[in-house]
């Protein structure tokens, strides 16, 4: 089927949604507000096919900015279903990838950014050093200088423009100590990713002809998660859009704002809703959850909003488990007596349709143990997990690793997509003409000869990386970080490290699809969805803290709010009976009330 | 967009040439200088239909005078792009290219070199590699997908137009004809196909015609065996609908005759006409952004008078209303005659640097300067261009003298390649300018003029022109020179002296005037003014200077050669000085040119 016919077909769908309609049919600046489960990633990955056929012409494309690399990942893996590969005319990506690749790169010298030549993406340990030297010259305190890279960030974020006297005064330590951290990264020849976004406007501020340049290649921004992009992205898109002509198409959720520690502001969605020469469509239809979750979520977010289930939907239901005792035997509880009891009221229910969502990391750890005395098959992706999920590319060396493992019998997944893949992961070091041939040559023979599921994953890592990859990571400017991560989780699979056993069977069952309980901070398990959610550790003084601010705690209540619209079925709250958060008191009251 | 800067290293006969450029180009100079080399050098960026296997070049495509080429050696082709951001598309493609320092400009470079992973001098041509990037990083590389939509396509000199119109698979009616049958309904198309079956049929009914294809059909079932018989028959074309189209001709005189019944030149233009049509469809259907058509002599089969009317159209009608460059090589003055006067490119050989080239591109013009000179070209087709030396003279009557003079002193011009060029007044700034910018040697000849109870006229003009002839030579305000000679010119001998330093000659009065008071041409001008049907009194005149050359009054003088008509006195004067030496002033201003070419 042709590429036009795929997305037509799929077009047919949003017809009976009048805001995905609407949507889809827009012809100038557009806002969607999506509500959770409104079916906004399929509203917005049809429109931009369309927007290709239809009304971007080659060699101009469409520019698509979304959260992390896990949304990006997932936009990509919906576009090829429509027959629409990235690279050329679609860039996907984030923020930083698009600051980095499309400005700063390409600009760097005509843009006169005055950065180092052959400059390189920092990585975590070159970053702890050029911190380390920043604060001993700038303050050369008692503490550990780390402790100062949340504040350093935090500023770096909130006041875009060097030049305004705001930077120097609100709070002059850090912005000297922001500025000698710049400088020592520019002394290595490296910036680092807060760089990225904020070098990025600056080439744009100061070159007027940069913006048209955008435009040229990009006549069309799509955005999504436009909630948590933050202010860099903002300024970026009023110069673009409603200056230099760009066409803005913009998806979010002010009410899933989380990242509020990141730079997210909710309200920059909502001014932009409210312009005049901006078409807003509202989706209210939410296709996940059941009934009564949706009622439920509108108390857990404790504002009114006109969401209803989709016709057709279930009822599903809400469970509170107050429970006594200390975490960690709240955590065996949950294994030992609330899960049997949920798989005997759905046995169809696979593993991997299970999430367990916890606040923060810590916790996390007790539900990963419990989970392990129960010997449950688990993946997690927080910030303890093995390795950052965000990382591209040891997500490409599961799927290297998956084809390994009888991938290669099955098509499961296709070296032609390893490829791709792993082409765009490279892409910096595969510039000349045959590079991408010896490349392919060397990843068929070292998977080839390497294609054994019973293997140490230490060895295997190892050889892949010598054989195949360690060439290419080094001659990539933005993979340098990864690069490290690579290494820190192969000295962990060592023979004296905490993984020395791991299998690669092991390792290629933790790519997307296997069949393995989820757990995920609040945080990370935005955009997903589960038939069952359990969430673990509600209880007040963990959401929200002690003593927060008004604003945090609209914000503490937005990410319970996150939570608890990922789930289709059923959802379970679990928490200390003498301290339950305050916000699954007020759900459980106002639904009893209900009746 | 247009293409602002050319510079090729060590390809074939160019060692290092450097020319800014002004989008169209028209390059002139003498055979085997290298037009088609650099025509070919911007092919190595531009052509898509050059297979890489071309790209490839060999080691005999490195400069001759290079030797064996090393390790630092390589062969560079960069062109330079500007106003390249009008047009989004174009932008897309070209934004990443600009240059570190400028913004404003971006770079597209051919590079054939060592290869990188090569320890050592390069031994044979497995040796090199080449590649093409943009900007000022090689890491930068264009290929195809830019190649696509700014394409560059090459019509060879003497092509066969003919012939390709008559096939259709190279026709360059073909994708005009398939996109206007795009429309077509099919129905439509059935009616027709009614019609040629019917047509076709009727052919049947000539007894000799059927018994012919059915003397064809017998042989050759004979000969290949029933099974290979594909049952031949005579008809007016395939019927079958979709392929109907493919039967249309173009037709010339009312469609009465075939195209191959045309001329040689009308084929010609025919195929620039579909051609031109093409690319406008091409740009409308946003296959393409931006077109450098390459034409290789296109004076070939072609008339004068046609010469310049195709080409003014080209250049003037479709190049300002389709994103079309014109490149051409070329050896008609005709053609260099309807180019803008900004396109000229002018290669010269020389003896140690291989082929150098200079251009009309950047010589600061005023806007009359500019279409004083163009017109200039225009009418005398251009000669200028294509000459070795030039000798800017005032008007007609100096054009008529210098080359018998110039014969007498055993320099024909003709010979050497040096043409003289009437300014038709003294304005001989823009044209100085232009030589210079394109280094032809040329000298001027100029009237002294002296005015009563001032400076001479000449004083000044001189001092203007070498002015600008310094500036334009060296790139800076000639301060010294202008200094010096404003302090010569108290001392008139001094100063035309010093003049003649900078090619500049001058006399002591006028032509005519001078020539008088030459002995040696008294008694041939008097001949010619004898010519002439006089009333006594001018009889007298001429009857008193004959007798002493000193009475000589220069305004009636001048007078009677103004009635004669001043190039017609100096062409009957030309027919009679056959060896007389001529005038000092103007032997130099010969033997200079003549020195320099």
Not at chain 2, 147 to 176: H, K, Y
Request: with cysteine; aromatic share 8%; hydrophobic share 40%.
């Amino acid at each position: 089927m042709s590429e036009r016919a795929l997305y037509l077909q799929a077009a047919e769908s949003l017809r009976r949604n009048p805001g995905q309609w609407a949507a889809y049919d827009s012809h100038g600046h557009c806002v969607v507000l999506a509500g959770p489960g409104s079916g906004k990633t399929k509203t917005l990955t049809v429109k931009l096919a369309r927007l290709l056929a239809e009304d971007v012409q080659e060699p101009r494309g469409v520019a698509c900015i979304t959260y992390n690399n896990e949304c990006a990942r997932e936009l990509e893996s919906r576009l090829a279903a429509l027959g629409i590969e990235p690279g050329g005319r679609v860039f996907i990506g984030t923020v930083h990838s698009f600051s980095l690749t499309q400005i700063v790169l390409p600009y760097a010298k005509v843009a006169g950014l005055g950065l180092p030549d052959e400059f390189s993406v920092a990585t975590q340990s070159e970053r702890a050093s050029a911190l380390e030297r920043a604060y001993r010259s700038v303050i050369d305190g008692p503490d550990n200088p780390q402790t100062w890279d949340f504040r350093m960030g935090n500023y770096r974020r909130a006041i875009l423009n060097r030049n305004s006297p705001q930077w120097r005064e609100r709070d002059p330590v850090l912005a000297a100590l922001v500025e000698a951290f710049e400088d020592e990264l520019r002394a290595m020849a490296r910036i680092d990713f807060d760089d990225m976004p904020l070098l990025a406007l600056r080439a744009l501020r100061a070159n007027e002809w940069l913006q048209r340049a955008l435009l040229a290649k990009y006549p069309v921004l799509v955005v999504d998660e436009y909630q948590d992009l933050g202010r860099a992205l903002h300024r970026m898109v009023l110069g673009f859009c409603f200056s230099a002509g760009m066409r803005l198409f913009a998806v979010g959720d002010p009410d899933q704002s989380i990242y509020g520690f990141n730079g997210a502001r909710p309200d920059l969605l909502q001014q932009l809703s409210r312009r005049d020469d901006v078409e807003t469509v509202h989706l209210r239809l939410n296709y996940r959850c059941g009934s009564r979750i949706v009622t439920g979520s509108r108390y857990a977010l404790g504002k009114d909003r006109d969401y209803e289930a989709a016709e057709g939907a279930n009822e599903g239901t809400i469970h509170f488990h107050p429970r006594t005792g200390n975490r960690d035997q709240q955590a065996d509880d949950l294994f030992s007596s609330l899960l049997p009891d949920i798989r005997e009221r759905l046995p169809d229910l696979r593993l991997a349709d299970i999430a367990i969502l916890y606040p923060s990391a810590p916790i996390g750890d007790a539900v990963a143990s419990a989970a392990q005395n129960y010997g449950l098959p688990t993946i997690r992706t927080d910030k303890n997990s093995l390795y950052p999920r965000s990382s591209r590319l040891m997500r490409w060396l599961e799927q290297c690793a998956e084809w390994c493992c009888g991938g290669w019998r099955t098509g499961t997944p296709r070296f032609r997509t390893l490829m791709n893949d792993g082409q765009r992961i490279f892409s910096e070091s595969l510039t000349a003409e045959g590079d991408v041939l010896l490349f392919q040559r060397r990843l068929l023979k070292t998977l080839w000869e390497r294609r054994d599921s019973t293997v140490l994953l230490h060895w295997w890592l190892n050889e892949m990386r010598r054989e195949a990859i360690a060439e290419l990571i080094e001659g990539c400017r933005t993979l340098q970080d990864e690069g490290e991560t690579l290494g820190a989780f192969i000295d962990r699979a060592a023979p004296d490290g905490d993984c020395a056993e791991m299998t690669l069977e092991q390792f290629a069952g933790r790519s997307e699809g296997k069949n393995c309980i989820s757990l995920s901070t609040l945080h990370s398990a935005k955009g997903r969805e589960f038939v069952v959610v359990i969430m673990f550790g509600m209880n007040d003084g963990t959401i929200p803290w002690h003593n927060q601010s008004n604003q945090r705690l609209v914000e503490w209540r937005r990410l319970f709010y996150v939570g608890f619209t990922r789930a289709k079925q059923e959802l379970h709250m679990m928490y200390s009976a003498n301290m339950p958060s305050p916000f699954v008191k007020e759900v459980e009251e106002r639904l009893k009330a209900d009746g | 967009m247009y293409l602002s800067r050319i510079k090729i290293e060590n390809f074939r006969n160019f060692s290092d040439l450097d020319v800014a450029l002004d989008g169209n180009i028209v390059v002139v100079g003498e055979n085997r200088v290298g037009k088609s080399n650099l025509l070919y050098a911007i092919r190595l960026i531009f052509d898509p239909t050059l297979p890489d296997s071309a790209r490839q070049l060999g080691l005999e495509d490195f400069w001759d005078g290079l030797g064996e080429p090393d390790e630092d050696d390589k062969i560079v082709v960069a062109v330079e792009i500007k106003d390249f951001d009008d047009d989004l598309d174009i932008l897309a493609e070209m934004t990443d290219f600009r240059l570190d320092d400028d913004p404003e400009t971006v770079r597209l470079t051919y590079e054939f070199r060592p290869r990188g992973d090569l320890e050592g001098s390069p031994a044979s041509e497995d040796d090199y590699e080449f590649v093409c990037y943009g900007g000022e990083s090689d890491t930068k590389t264009f290929g195809h997908a830019q190649r696509r939509r700014i394409t560059m396509e090459v019509l060879p000199a003497l092509r066969d137009a003919e012939g390709d119109l008559a096939t259709w698979r190279r026709s360059p009616l073909r994708p005009l004809i398939e996109s206007a049958f795009r429309g077509v309904e099919r129905n439509e198309l059935e009616e027709i196909k009614d019609a040629v079956q019917a047509a076709t049929a009727r052919l049947g009914d000539f007894e000799a015609v059927k018994e012919l294809e059915e003397k064809l059909g017998t042989r050759f079932a004979e000969m290949s065996g029933p099974k290979q018989d594909i049952k031949p028959r005579l008809g007016f074309g395939a019927t079958e609908a979709t392929r109907l189209y493919r039967n249309i001709r173009l037709l010339i005189d009312d469609g009465q005759r075939a195209i191959n019944d045309a001329s040689l030149g009308s084929a010609n233009i025919v195929f620039l006409t579909l051609k031109s049509l093409e690319l406008q469809r091409q740009m409308n259907e946003n296959l393409r952004d931006h077109t450098l058509l390459a034409i290789e002599e296109p004076e070939a089969h072609l008339h004068p008078h046609l010469q310049r009317s195709v080409y003014r159209d080209l250049f003037e009608d479709i190049g300002e209303s389709t994103p079309l460059s014109i490149l051409l090589t070329t050896h008609s003055p005709h053609i260099a005659s309807v180019a803008p006067l900004r396109s000229l490119v002018l290669l010269k050989e020389t003896a140690n640097d291989g082929a150098v080239g200079h251009s009309t591109a950047s010589i600061p013009l005023s806007e009359a300067d500019e279409e004083d000179l163009a017109r200039y070209l225009d009418v005398t087709r251009a000669e200028m261009m294509f000459a070795r030396g030039i000798i800017l003279v005032e008007g007609d009557a100096e054009k008529f003298l210098l080359p018998v003079l110039a014969e007498t002193i055993g320099h024909p011009l003709d010979h050497a390649g040096i043409t003289v060029c009437s300014v038709a007044g003294t304005n001989f700034k823009p044209y100085a300018k232009f030589l210079t910018a394109l280094d032809i040697p040329f000298s001027i000849v100029t009237d002294w003029d002296p005015v009563e109870g001032k400076k001479p006229l000449a004083m000044n003009r001189a001092l203007k022109l070498i002015a600008a002839m310094e500036h334009e030579r060296t790139g800076e305000v000639p301060v010294e020179v202008v200094n010096e000679l404003k302090e010569l010119a108290k001392n008139a001998n001094d100063f035309s002296d010093r003049c003649e330093n900078f090619g500049v000659f001058t006399n002591t009065h006028t032509l005519e005037v001078d020539l008088f008071k030459d002995e040696d041409f008294t008694a041939e001008i008097i001949a010619v003014l004898r010519e002439q049907k006089w009333s006594q009194e001018r009889r007298n005149w001429i009857d008193g200077w004959e007798v002493d050359r000193d009475t000589l009054d220069v305004e009636n003088y001048l007078k009677l050669i103004e009635s004669v008509g001043k190039g017609r006195f100096a062409q009957r004067l030309a027919s009679r000085i056959e060896g007389i030496e001529p005038p000092a002033y103007i032997k130099r201003a010969i033997e200079f040119v003549a020195d320099r070419v």
